[in-house]
């Protein structure tokens, strides 16, 4: 009789501790939503792009499942910080292919920009600050420049210049083409990129081209 009244005592005993758990409530984590991978002609951070044709894309992450965008507004701005287009709130779920519909961009210039969004329950969230810089297509200068070349040769010409520049130099870009093969450098030294931290010689430039 003993062992049946303990073992009817630990049945009862785990039914009470079952039932007080289940009326637990169960805390879900605050639902967040965020923006990522902001691009501009679906690259990151490009450089020496064509000031038309711009189009700006991102991706809404939310830690919710279902969420969705529902608007979002676009700003950009240029070198020296001044608002040069701002979208106002745009009722849209589109994020990607979305084309600059400002004032004329300029040449030579870094232009950066952010994007708001808001989802179904107006939670909103705003990128960081990404970037772009236009090329030198409309430069008076790029375009009355001629490509030299030798009508015949044995052997691929090699053709060489020099730019000396006066004064302290803050920063610098370098515009480059060809029809095939350059090299640059800096006071004697090859340019280089960084990349995850290490220095990468880009040999080869400009890379494959169509020669028409």
Same mark, same amino acid.
């Given at each position: 009789?003993?062992?049946?009244?303990?073992?009817?005592?630990?049945?009862?005993?785990?039914?009470?501790?079952?039932?007080?758990?289940?009326?637990?409530?169960?805390?879900?984590?605050?639902? %967040?939503?965020?923006? *990522? &991978?902001?691009?501009?002609?679906?690259?990151? $951070? @490009?450089?020496?792009?064509? =000031? +038309?044709? !711009?189009?700006?894309?991102?991706?809404?992450?939310?830690?919710?499942?279902?969420?969705?965008?529902?608007?979002?507004?676009?700003?950009?701005?240029?070198?020296?910080?001044?608002?040069?287009?701002?979208?106002?709130?745009?009722?849209?779920?589109?994020?990607?292919?979305?084309?600059?519909?400002?004032?004329?961009?300029?040449?030579?210039?870094?232009?950066?920009?952010?994007?708001?969004?808001?989802?179904?329950?107006?939670?909103?969230? %705003?990128?960081?600050? *990404? &970037?772009?810089?236009?090329?030198?297509?409309? $430069? @008076?200068?790029?375009?009355? =420049? +001629?490509? !030299?070349?030798?009508?015949?040769?044995?052997?691929?010409?090699?053709?060489?210049?020099?730019?000396?520049?006066?004064?302290?130099?803050?920063?610098?870009?370098?515009?480059?083409?060809?029809?095939?093969?350059?090299?640059?450098?800096?006071?004697?030294?090859?340019?280089?990129?960084?990349?995850?931290?290490?220095?990468?010689?880009?040999?080869?430039?400009?890379?494959?081209?169509?020669?028409?």
């Amino acid at each position: 009789m003993k062992k049946i009244r303990k073992a009817a005592m630990a049945l009862a005993l785990t039914y009470c501790m079952s039932s007080i758990g289940a009326a637990r409530p169960v805390l879900a984590a605050e639902d %967040t939503i965020s923006v *990522a &991978a902001p691009t501009v002609n679906y690259m990151t $951070d @490009p450089l020496g792009i064509a =000031a +038309e044709g !711009i189009r700006f894309g991102w991706k809404m992450e939310s830690s919710r499942i279902g969420a969705g965008q529902t608007a979002y507004e676009i700003e950009v701005k240029n070198d020296e910080g001044t608002v040069v287009w701002d979208t106002d709130k745009v009722e849209s779920d589109l994020s990607v292919g979305i084309p600059y519909e400002g004032p004329a961009l300029e040449d030579a210039t870094k232009y950066t920009w952010t994007v708001t969004v808001w989802d179904r329950d107006g939670g909103t969230a %705003t990128s960081e600050q *990404a &970037a772009f810089e236009t090329a030198v297509d409309k $430069d @008076p200068d790029w375009q009355k =420049a +001629e490509f !030299i070349a030798l009508q015949e040769a044995s052997a691929a010409p090699i053709f060489r210049t020099e730019k000396e520049i006066d004064g302290t130099v803050n920063s610098a870009r370098l515009y480059i083409t060809a029809l095939g093969v350059y090299s640059a450098q800096i006071n004697g030294q090859p340019v280089y990129k960084t990349e995850n931290g290490k220095k990468v010689y880009p040999y080869m430039n400009p890379g494959y081209g169509n020669g028409d």
